[in-house]
């Protein structure tokens, strides 16, 4: 088994910052990816980013520039600097990790943590 705890989530004012953590423990075989989904109220989850075994990183087209995902490997842990928060930025954050190679990999998602952006 893999588990991923999140932390980091909390309420903040519109163009404020938090700092996301996830860190990733278990029998994990390989990590092709880490990365942050979000699920809004409503809506569907969604990508925010990820980051690759390699560096390589990915943003959602809404987060680019504001967002940035760091990972240290040796601790198997990813983070999500969150800049410039919006009110659109309010969801639960999933931490996600593809254990395997990026061809061929299961998923594995934290529980979740809350992001509130509220005047």
């Known amino acids: 088994q893999v588990q991923l705890v999140e932390s980091g989530g909390g309420l903040v004012q519109p163009g404020g910052s938090l700092k996301l953590s996830c860190v990733a423990s278990?029998?994990?075989?390989?990590?092709?990816?880490m990365g942050w989904y979000r699920q809004g109220p409503g809506k569907q989850r969604e990508l925010v980013a990820t980051?690759?075994?390699?560096?390589?990183?990915n943003y959602a087209d809404s987060v680019k520039g504001r967002f940035t995902i760091s990972r240290d490997n040796a601790k198997n842990t990813v983070y999500l600097q969150m800049n410039s928060l919006k009110f659109e930025d309010t969801a639960v954050y999933y931490c996600?990790?593809?254990?395997?190679?990026?061809?061929?990999?299961?998923?594995?998602w934290g529980q979740g943590t809350q992001v509130t952006v509220s005047s």
């Open positions: 996600n990790l593809k254990d395997g190679y990026l061809t061929s990999f299961r998923n594995y």
């Open positions: 278990g029998s994990i075989t390989r990590v092709a990816a």
């Open positions: 980051i690759t075994s390699g560096g390589s990183t």
